[in-house]
């Protein structure tokens, strides 16, 4: 007798989770050979949290009560809409970010993920990190979101000083975070990254330094460090403000920062971007598609895209945000399919500033594989900063193939031309 469809399709899911979850414990694979148009990233923005942090602006909510099968729905038809719009045949890494995604159900992660693969192809090798904090996560809750196809954590661990935690307006202490750091390195071995916050009001540098030897006891291949940005609006500008709390010195933050790397350093961790390191060769995919200027899709409230909507014949990049509010958010896509809220085509110039303003956060720098995509006239993201017309200057004397155009034209020349 033949299987019900549904029912064979999420024996197929599950098979394809437990390859992910194999390959999250293999070696890292080679860099995919598909053309740049035809592959994306994929974020998805789960908009709600517990608590209100004291230092955070980002796109989050603190609801009375989720309806989560609502939300969950419109998550799954919004990022088909996307990837059918796109043309993208294969998405390299997912993204569940937030707010607190550890609070979503893994069902939603699972369901998220098999609607991705139905549209597009999610290969069992690519990278599907979820943001968890450390109350929100633990080791049972984790090991579902594995199950459901979660193979890298990022974990807010933000400070191992209570105080600092208090001051920041976490519901963790620095033991709750070490303990969800315990399991998730159980879980997920050499698939785990930490946030860890420098520059905040009053700080020290040697206990912050101590903060971080602690962790290089404890931690896994990947760290962020994130220096505090006071934004506007929040509970801790307000409190600096109003001179409750001293202003972060920003001395103090650069030392912390130059002695920190020193010391990621030379416990053989790869610095592969401003606020990022990674030993082992854990970088961030999903992160380093954005930086090479690589495509993605943006999901859920608030979520920013970059692709060539080549799925309804677009040939110009552009730059997308969804519809901030949960609910208004809600709304749209279930109306539309979608709740793109704005989108911005790239020009030329655009393109080029966002190749090296994202270039030079890394470590490689701008190179002429990741600028050939833009800088010549030859199919890649579907878009070139100088089509052949408008460019004689620096159009080889050949032939337009990228590597002979990108030799004979180094992008401080194109930079020159502008
Ligand atoms: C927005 S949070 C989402 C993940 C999760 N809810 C959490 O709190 O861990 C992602 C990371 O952004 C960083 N972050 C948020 N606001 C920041 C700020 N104002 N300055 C520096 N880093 C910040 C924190 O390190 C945090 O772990
Ligand atoms: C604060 S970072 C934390 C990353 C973490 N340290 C790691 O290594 O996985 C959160 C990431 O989520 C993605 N992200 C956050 N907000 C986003 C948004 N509104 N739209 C698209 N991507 C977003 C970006 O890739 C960003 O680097
Ligand atoms: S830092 Fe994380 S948990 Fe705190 S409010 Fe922001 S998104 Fe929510």
Same mark, same amino acid.
């Given at each position: 007798?033949?299987?019900?469809?549904?029912?064979?399709?999420?024996?197929?899911?599950?098979?394809?989770?437990?390859?992910?979850?194999?390959?999250?414990?293999?070696?890292?694979? /080679?860099?995919?050979?598909?053309?740049?148009?035809?592959?994306?990233? $994929?974020?998805?923005?789960?908009?709600?949290?517990?608590?209100?942090?004291?230092?955070?602006?980002?796109?989050?909510?603190?609801?009375?009560?989720? =309806?989560?099968?609502?939300?969950?729905?419109?998550?799954?038809?919004?990022?088909?809409?996307?990837?059918?719009?796109?043309?993208?045949?294969?998405?390299?890494?997912?993204?569940?970010?937030?707010?607190? %995604?550890?609070?979503?159900?893994?069902?939603?992660?699972?369901?998220?993920? &098999?609607?991705?693969?139905?549209?597009?192809? *999610?290969?069992?090798?690519?990278?599907?990190?979820?943001?968890?904090?450390?109350?929100?996560?633990?080791?049972?809750?984790?090991?579902?979101?594995?199950?459901?196809?979660?193979?890298?954590?990022?974990?807010?661990?933000?400070? $191992?000083?209570?105080?600092?935690?208090?001051?920041?307006?976490?519901?963790?202490?620095?033991?709750?975070?070490?303990?969800?750091?315990?399991?998730?390195?159980?879980?997920?071995?050499?698939?785990?990254?930490?946030?860890?916050?420098?520059? #905040?009001?009053?700080?020290?540098?040697?206990?912050? @330094?101590?903060? *971080?030897?602690?962790? #290089?006891?404890?931690?896994?291949?990947?760290?962020?460090?994130?220096? @505090?940005?006071?934004?506007?609006?929040?509970?801790?500008?307000?409190?600096?403000?109003?001179?409750? *709390?001293?202003? %972060?010195?920003?001395?103090?933050?650069? &030392?912390?920062?130059?002695?920190?790397?020193?010391?990621?350093?030379?416990?053989?961790?790869?610095?592969?971007?401003?606020?990022?390191?990674?030993?082992?060769?854990?970088?961030?995919?999903?992160?380093?598609?954005?930086?090479?200027?690589?495509?993605?899709?943006?999901?859920?409230?608030?979520?920013?895209?970059?692709?060539?909507?080549?799925?309804?014949?677009?040939?110009?990049? =552009?730059?997308?945000?969804?519809? @901030?509010?949960?609910?208004?958010?809600?709304?749209?896509?279930?109306?539309?399919?979608?709740?793109?809220?704005?989108?911005?085509?790239?020009?030329?110039? !655009?393109?080029? !500033?966002?190749?090296?303003?994202?270039? #030079?956060?890394?470590?490689?720098?701008?190179?002429?594989?990741?600028? /050939?995509?833009?800088?010549?006239?030859? %199919?890649?993201?579907?878009?070139?900063?100088?089509?052949?017309? &408008?460019?004689?200057?620096?159009?080889?004397?050949?032939?337009?193939?990228?590597?002979?155009?990108?030799?004979?034209? %180094?992008?401080?020349?194109?930079?020159?031309? @502008?």
């Amino acid at each position: 007798m033949a299987l019900p469809a549904a029912r064979a399709r999420g024996w197929a899911a599950a098979v394809k989770m437990a390859q992910r979850r194999r390959h999250a414990e293999a070696p890292r694979g /080679s860099p995919s050979r598909a053309p740049p148009g035809s592959r994306a990233a $994929l974020y998805v923005h789960w908009p709600y949290c517990e608590k209100r942090c004291s230092y955070c602006n980002f796109n989050k909510y603190i609801p009375r009560g989720v =309806e989560e099968a609502a939300m969950r729905s419109c998550l799954v038809t919004e990022a088909q809409t996307l990837l059918r719009l796109s043309g993208v045949q294969r998405v390299e890494s997912v993204f569940f970010g937030g707010g607190t %995604p550890s609070l979503a159900s893994p069902n939603t992660v699972a369901a998220v993920l &098999e609607a991705v693969d139905q549209i597009s192809h *999610l290969p069992a090798d690519s990278e599907v990190t979820l943001e968890a904090n450390p109350t929100s996560a633990p080791g049972s809750r984790l090991a579902a979101f594995g199950a459901a196809g979660v193979n890298r954590l990022s974990i807010g661990l933000q400070s $191992l000083d209570d105080t600092e935690l208090q001051l920041l307006g976490r519901t963790h202490s620095a033991r709750d975070a070490l303990q969800t750091l315990a399991e998730a390195r159980r879980l997920f071995p050499g698939r785990v990254s930490v946030d860890l916050m420098l520059g #905040l009001p009053a700080q020290q540098v040697g206990p912050w @330094l101590g903060q *971080l030897r602690t962790l #290089l006891g404890c931690c896994d291949d990947h760290l962020s460090l994130y220096q @505090l940005t006071l934004e506007r609006g929040t509970a801790l500008f307000t409190q600096v403000q109003r001179g409750a *709390l001293p202003a %972060p010195d920003p001395e103090l933050a650069a &030392e912390m920062y130059q002695e920190g790397r020193a010391m990621l350093r030379e416990v053989g961790f790869r610095q592969y971007e401003v606020s990022n390191f990674a030993r082992n060769g854990a970088l961030s995919t999903h992160n380093w598609t954005y930086w090479q200027c690589g495509q993605y899709l943006g999901v859920g409230p608030g979520a920013h895209g970059r692709f060539v909507p080549q799925g309804a014949g677009g040939h110009t990049r =552009e730059a997308r945000i969804q519809t @901030l509010e949960p609910d208004n958010w809600m709304k749209e896509v279930m109306l539309f399919g979608h709740g793109t809220r704005r989108r911005v085509p790239l020009g030329q110039l !655009e393109l080029l !500033e966002e190749v090296l303003a994202m270039g #030079l956060r890394t470590d490689v720098g701008i190179t002429h594989q990741a600028c /050939s995509c833009y800088v010549c006239p030859v %199919p890649g993201l579907g878009v070139s900063v100088f089509p052949p017309k &408008e460019a004689p200057a620096v159009r080889p004397s050949t032939s337009w193939d990228r590597t002979s155009c990108c030799k004979e034209n %180094p992008i401080i020349e194109i930079i020159g031309l @502008l």
